[in-house]
């Protein structure tokens, strides 16, 4: 059975940063876009970032472009997210997502204290 489980996330000061994991198995994600969601309590969820199956493009939100950065290694079926300069308004439940599929982890969630 395929599945997508994130990892990192936690409690961390504003100006701190974070390590976000996004381990797949059950299947190679490794042809997929692989995509980075976020979802603030009572807010919709957000694009954060996406990648392609080579990393040959990346593409940001405008709310985290410059701060953080998407990568992926096929090799281990695992897709991160860096954050730094973390802000208060990063604060949310983070999500992976095998872009255009219904393949999305149970979320890690962010907590950034200011």
């Known amino acids: 059975q395929a599945q997508l489980v994130e990892s990192g996330g936690g409690l961390v000061q504003a100006g701190g940063s974070l390590r976000l994991s996004c381990a797949a198995s059950?299947?190679?994600?490794?042809?997929?876009?692989m995509g980075w969601f976020r979802q603030a309590p009572g807010k919709e969820r957000d694009f954060v970032a996406a990648?392609?199956?080579?990393?040959?493009?990346?593409k940001y939100g405008d709310s985290v472009q410059g701060r953080f950065t998407i990568s992926r290694d096929n090799a281990k079926n695992t897709v991160y997210l860096e954050m730094s300069s973390l802000i208060a308004e990063d604060t949310a439940v983070y999500y992976c997502?095998?872009?255009?599929?219904?393949?999305w982890g149970q979320g890690t969630q962010v907590t950034v204290s200011s």
């Open positions: 997502n095998a872009v255009g599929t219904r393949f």
């Open positions: 059950g299947r190679t994600f490794s042809r997929y876009v």
């Open positions: 990648i392609s199956w080579n990393s040959g493009i990346t």
